[in-house]
């Protein structure tokens, strides 16, 4: 018996949210170059940079964690934000492991600027939206983020298990 697909592959949610993330980044990296902060900001740093703009001086695991995000990636996005000059790194003295995150006078000078650039994402995006569908857009693609961290926790516990 041949499977036949649930909907058209058009309006599949994994291929609207590959689109939706690609046409994200597009806005972003072109409205950084129309505000000038092409030099100073990068797509995908946000979320680091938005950690450490609610408390300074954490380090990579809690916010990692609160991200719901490998320490791989952790990995990747502490050089990228410490390159960029926007983070300083210094050893946790209670963790000699852990690496703790601060942000730099240039970082805490363009927040100002983050949070505008935010809000006006925010707003394009839920555009014709009303308050009560914007509110579970947010709460839909959080759990949608969820299940998706969920899946690749268990895929990485497969991996270990068959690894041994």
Request: hydrophobic share 35%.
């Amino acid at each position: 018996m041949e499977s036949k697909p649930a909907k058209d592959s058009e309006s599949q949610i994994s291929l609207l949210l590959g689109r939706a993330y690609y046409s994200y980044l597009g806005m972003l990296g072109r409205m950084l170059k129309v505000r000038k902060l092409d030099k100073q900001l990068k797509p995908g740093i946000g979320n680091i940079l938005f950690a450490l703009f609610r408390q300074d001086d954490q380090t990579a695991t809690e916010i990692g964690g609160h991200l719901g995000l490998a320490r791989s990636t952790m990995a990747r996005l502490v050089g990228k934000v410490q390159s960029l000059g926007l983070v300083t790194t210094r050893p946790d003295p209670n963790d000699g492991r852990a690496v703790r995150l601060s942000l730099t006078p240039e970082a805490r000078a363009l927040m100002p600027e983050c949070f505008e650039l935010a809000n006006h994402i925010e707003s394009t995006i839920c555009r014709g939206f009303s308050p009560e569908e914007r509110e579970v857009f947010g709460d839909l693609l959080l759990r949608a983020t969820a299940n998706i961290t969920n899946e690749l926790e268990t895929l990485d516990q497969s991996k270990s298990r068959g690894k041994r």
